[in-house]
């Protein structure tokens, strides 16, 4: 059954004792071109074994494509990305990752999660909880296509928890919600994140990623502008883009 | 009587288990005018009340009928073309062949007669009027008996009416309901089996032009798929439906069968 | 002219209905074994067009585009050559002439099944196709085995695949020319409404082979009627 608070440890419980870590990651200068335009250009990141990392930055920065890389989506035309010793191909699976716009199935609420766990070969015993968690245990029969904006990402979140992730990726989770949405969500990130799920988190909203962030990543033209603890990043960033970004100049 | 053959063909769907429904019936590979005409209809039922064999037509022109018994797709052939059907038992296809009955072909043709040939019984001047009129005149042109018989007759008038084809001469490749329907659609004449006239539906402003040749006598024959060259036929129950035909309950039948109060086929079936 | 055509449909209509009415045995026999022949192919067809449609779909393989094209022309398979292969092959002189499926309704539904299941496959392929563009990051990112995004496009798709099956069914039902090869029209056994217009227009009953169409239209009507009511009740769900 899925438990909200019960910490997860490393290597995956779950999955025996002999699963290699995954974390931390290592991304070596990694380049990703579409035709002739690199949009990144010679990334080097590393990101260590617990907490939330947030990747900020202006539009058009790289950050869903750093996050989909980092995920095994699309592979860089140049460098390497490592979890522990591993490729993201074979670790995508122990991770899991929330959109920006989420792709619910043609079902039912429930059906979305129980779809995750029977994929997983999990019974659906622990959808309720699931449902419970996110707050819409009460909406289970509702078509999922139907829910509002903040609802169908709280359920995009549930279909990425039931996987019982150990990276939870999300990208842009409360773009253009209501604040009460953005808080419900926040809530639910920083519960897996006190479970010891790693959570990456892109984000526009400078006020989500003071609250959620122990490291930002400031992404600037396909570079990494910046990678510094949130301690130290929001009062007091060392790159001048990153200033610029945080008092409401706009940075291109 | 209609539950049964019914139910099998629900059960046959899915257990394909047609087989069973063979067991009691025979497909008879007819040409059409036997079938358009309503015969079948009125002796099937007489027949199967006696001996409880189901009879399926396949109605189709007389050389695909003949082509299809050769294949062995059917237990009893019942056609109108005496030279094929005895090629048919020569080449060892089927085991005799039969007289069963007669009637004579007609050329029927628009109230205008535009060859000025209504009222003639000479079929071959007939047909040489309608060339050299260049009238329009619709042909089976598939094979089947009645075009065959039709091109016989154009070859004993003297005429080769398929170097006229697609101008006054229309090979329409259809049966001969089809080929009454495109001929009266366009005002040409046909040549049709009296049977198939009297009983078709749409005949519009057309009459009978041409009949009374002794040359456009129609003979039909019956004769039963050789087993010896097709072990899967129903050889004893075609032997019992032939037998039946040329019987004196089955010339009978075929006498007292009407429409419109006329007699459509006449037995004449050698008596044994 | 027009006004002679307005006038025998309207006699026509009259005899449909009259025909409807009376409740005649023979005509429901040949309703419903349309129906049945038909509905059964279009079954048929699904379970084999399908899977082939969803396989391409997803799938980036070697010769794709080559598999598309022959997909969208075997869509124009005309009916009288499939029947006559399918004839070849049940004739009793041919390979499966064994079987004994010559002029029976398993002959006409196999013969419907070749003809419609390149339909199926081609127009569900562009569906799932469609369907994947948008799922295929969710379903990577989830690891889902192939066989596990088969079965959720199919599922997914489920009504927008109706209106698919729809489409091959009304191409069964309304196809003469393999049915009545393979079929032979025979009374009573396999004879359906398209063979019976066909007969009764050779018999020159026109307008019994109206009032037949009409009959077949009527039905037609009815069972995209009923597809209809689905999807639209699955739309307000948007489950489409």
Request: proline letters at 4%.
């Amino acid at each position: 059954m899925f438990d909200a608070m019960a910490p997860r440890t490393q290597p995956d419980n779950l999955r025996g004792t002999n699963v290699a870590p995954i974390l931390p990651m290592s991304m070596r200068e990694v380049v990703l071109r579409f035709g002739e335009t690199a949009v990144l250009d010679g990334v080097s990141l590393d990101l260590g074994l617990r907490g939330c990392t947030v990747i900020m930055g202006s539009n058009g920065a790289g950050k869903s494509l750093l996050l989909k890389l980092m995920h095994g989506l699309i592979a860089p035309c140049s460098g390497s990305i490592k979890w522990g010793d591993l490729a993201p191909s074979d670790v995508m699976v122990r991770q899991a990752l929330v959109f920006q716009k989420p792709v619910l199935l043609r079902r039912s609420v429930a059906a979305n999660v129980d779809f995750v766990l029977k994929a997983r070969g999990k019974g659906i015993a622990a959808r309720d909880a699931l449902l419970e968690h996110v707050g819409l245990l009460h909406k289970s029969a509702q078509p999922a296509r139907l829910l509002s904006g903040g609802e169908a990402q709280r359920l995009a979140l549930a279909r990425a928890l039931a996987t019982d992730p150990e990276v939870l990726f999300l990208d842009e989770p409360t773009a253009s919600l209501d604040p009460a949405s953005v808080l419900v969500i926040e809530r639910i990130v920083a519960d897996a994140r006190k479970r010891n799920v790693r959570v990456i988190l892109v984000t526009h909203d400078i006020g989500q990623a003071r609250r959620m962030a122990d490291d930002v990543v400031f992404l600037h033209r396909g570079r990494i502008a910046e990678h510094s603890p949130a301690s130290q990043f929001f009062p007091d960033p060392h790159s001048s883009v990153a200033r610029d970004y945080l008092n409401g100049k706009i940075v291109v | 009587m209609l539950s049964k053959p019914y139910a099998v063909t629900a059960v046959s769907i899915f257990l394909a288990g047609a087989a069973t429904a063979q067991d009691m019936s025979i497909i008879v590979q007819s040409t059409t005018s036997t079938a358009n005409s309503g015969l079948y209809d009125y002796l099937l039922p007489i027949f199967q009340e006696t001996s409880g064999i189901q009879v399926n037509v396949v109605a189709v022109g007389t050389g695909q009928a003949i082509k299809n018994a050769q294949n062995c797709d059917g237990d009893v052939l019942l056609v109108h073309a005496k030279a094929s059907e005895e090629k048919f038992v020569s080449e060892g296809y089927g085991t005799v062949r039969t007289d069963l009955m007669y009637n004579d072909f007609v050329i029927v043709g628009p109230i205008s007669d535009p060859a000025v040939v209504s009222g003639m019984t000479d079929v071959q001047g007939a047909l040489g009027k309608i060339a050299e009129a260049g009238a329009l005149f619709a042909s089976r042109g598939d094979d089947s008996g009645t075009h065959k018989k039709e091109l016989s007759l154009w070859s004993s008038a003297g005429v080769d009416p398929t170097a006229s084809s697609g101008q006054w001469y229309r090979e329409t490749g259809s049966g001969m309901g089809a080929t009454l329907n495109a001929g009266i659609g366009m005002g040409a004449y046909v040549m049709t089996d009296r049977a198939t006239w009297i009983s078709f539906g749409n005949k519009q402003d057309y009459q009978i032009s041409v009949q009374g040749d002794d040359d456009m006598f129609n003979q039909y024959g019956v004769i039963p798929v050789n087993p010896e060259k097709c072990p899967s036929v129903h050889a004893d129950a075609a032997q019992i439906f032939s037998d039946w035909l040329v019987s004196s309950a089955g010339q009978d039948a075929i006498a007292s069968y009407k429409v419109a109060d006329q007699q459509l086929f006449f037995p004449n079936a050698p008596t044994k | 002219m027009l006004g002679e055509i307005l006038q025998s449909i309207g006699e026509a209509l009259g005899l449909a209905v009259a025909l409807v009415f009376s409740g005649d045995p023979d005509l429901l026999e040949i309703v419903f074994l349309s129906l049945q022949v038909s509905l059964t192919a279009t079954v048929f067809a699904c379970v084999i067009g399908l899977p082939i449609g969803a396989l391409v779909a997803i799938g980036r393989f070697r010769g794709r585009n080559a598999v598309l094209i022959l997909m969208n022309a075997l869509m124009g398979l005309p009916p009288v050559v499939v029947g006559l292969v399918v004839y070849l092959h049940l004739s009793r002189s041919g390979p499966l002439g064994f079987l004994g499926l010559l002029y029976t309704p398993t002959a006409m539904i196999i013969a419907q099944t070749i003809l419609i299941s390149p339909i199926v496959a081609a127009l569900s392929r562009q569906v799932l196709e469609d369907l994947h563009a948008e799922y295929a990051d969710q379903f990577r990112s989830l690891c889902l085995t192939r066989l596990q995004t088969i079965q959720a496009l199919l599922w997914d798709a489920r009504y927008s695949l109706l209106t698919v099956g729809l489409a091959g069914f009304g191409r069964a039902v309304a196809e003469v020319g393999a049915v009545i090869i393979v079929g032979g029209n025979i009374d009573h056994l396999t004879r359906v409404m398209t063979t019976a217009i066909a007969l009764e227009t050779s018999k020159g009953d026109l307008g019994l082979a109206l009032a037949l169409g009409i009959i077949l239209l009527v039905i037609a009507l009815g069972v995209n009627a009923a597809v209809q009511t689905v999807r639209m009740t699955a739309a307000r769900q948007a489950y489409v």
